[in-house]
């Protein structure tokens, strides 16, 4: 049963990237306590659902975006409880499977690469029921409105934003971006999709209702295109990591204030926990953490060789 007194005291669970494993880990003392292996190359990414005691976790293949010669086209599934992979999902047909979330209707949305498309698996199953064309060559990440309405994918290469109908499940429009894109996230009220540039240290700032870039924000202290943005649970601020420049940006939801900080060797996902960010560094195999209060990295640890996502339950 989950504490909802305090979230994340039961377990943390990291996707180490790098080292092709599931790692679940002490979430007081972060020692590593379960170590998970035995997948194709590679684990990517993490949905957790503390609700039903269960996470999913991609194998994408043996690449990277856009150059993944090997694509997978299995979700494993663990048990939060257990802290044992209990099942895999068979995307087939669709293949090079990457970022996952749960829909208002209690689906999980995931989007694969190479297909173009965005996977609809039905929990109770662990089957696919759908495929929803992306109209890209190949969908990134995903990101759901907050009303559960609109689905968005962005398509790196394409330099395009996909909406999609959530409750038709349908592609109905594309909105372009002046450069490639790495990462997404949308705003509370669900009115900006903030979309994050790959080539230069910005962020487009989309109006959904417009259908179009309305703003370009500049990453302040970041040299080089960022990657990953995720808005905290209580939408108090956004963090974007910046691969290139080992940096997580902590900025307010104005977008007027920003605070990079240093971090490990190419940051990717984050975390949430009370007044702390998790940042996970495939590069160097760590994972800081973030007084979010004070803007300031206030220690780090080690977690296998490489993780890109983490999570707690």
Do not use: W
Request: aromatic share 6%.
């Amino acid at each position: 049963m989950t504490n909802d007194n305090n979230p994340g005291s039961r377990g943390m669970i990291a996707v180490d990237k790098m080292g092709a494993k599931v790692l679940f880990l002490n979430p007081e003392t972060f020692a590593t306590e379960v170590v998970i292996d035995g997948f194709a190359k590679t684990v990517h990414e993490l949905l957790v659902v503390p609700e039903t005691d269960m996470a999913y976790v991609p194998i994408f293949g043996d690449g990277i975006h856009g150059r993944n010669p090997n694509p997978q086209h299995h979700l494993c599934v663990f048990d939060l409880g257990e802290r044992a992979h209990v099942a895999t999902i068979d995307l087939h047909p669709y293949i090079a499977p990457h970022t996952l979330k749960l829909g208002p209707d209690g689906f999980i949305y995931i989007t694969c690469e190479n297909s173009a498309v965005v996977a609809v698996i039905d929990r109770a199953t662990n089957k696919v029921v759908e495929a929803i064309e992306s109209g890209s060559s190949n969908g990134h990440r995903l990101i759901i409105a907050p009303d559960g309405k609109r689905l968005y994918t962005e398509n790196e290469e394409d330099g395009t934003v996909s909406v999609i109908d959530l409750e038709a499940r349908k592609l109905i429009g594309k909105i372009k971006t002046p450069r490639p894109l790495a990462g997404i996230a949308i705003t509370p009220d669900g009115r900006t999709v903030v979309a994050v540039d790959d080539a230069e240290p910005t962020l487009f700032l989309i109006d959904t209702e417009a259908g179009q870039v309305r703003d370009e924000i500049v990453l302040k202290d970041v040299p080089k295109a960022a990657q990953i943005a995720r808005f905290a649970p209580d939408n108090s601020l956004l963090a974007v990591t910046s691969l290139n420049s080992n940096t997580v940006s902590l900025i307010d939801p104005t977008f007027r204030t920003q605070t990079a900080i240093k971090v490990g060797a190419q940051p990717m996902d984050m975390a949430f926990r009370g007044d702390d960010l998790f940042v996970a560094c495939q590069g160097d195999g760590s994972v800081h953490v973030i007084d979010i209060p004070r803007r300031r990295a206030k220690g780090s640890f080690q977690a296998g060789v490489g993780c890109e996502s983490i999570g707690f339950f």
